[in-house]
């Protein structure tokens, strides 16, 4: 789960990817008001569980003052049932 805070209203996009940019999955995009904007990724990439290993959470938000843009790197780790 990612989770930050709008300072103003922005349009949005939150995309999980791989290190080299590419994205796996958009959690949220979209127009959002001024405040907490929380995102969860379910560790799938489209109708298929993702393999473990490394990945960023992709931010980007434009406002009327410009754009914004936060990326922070992950490990994910499948939970396995038995």
Known sequence: TATFRLRRAAKIVVQIERPNGVAVATLRSGRRAAGPVR??????????RAPGGRYQVAVK????VGTSSLVAPFSYRPHTRH
Request: proline share 7%; net charge positive.
């Open 39 to 48: 995102a969860t990724w379910r560790g799938r990439i489209g109708p298929r």
């Open 61 to 64: 938000a434009t406002s009327s």
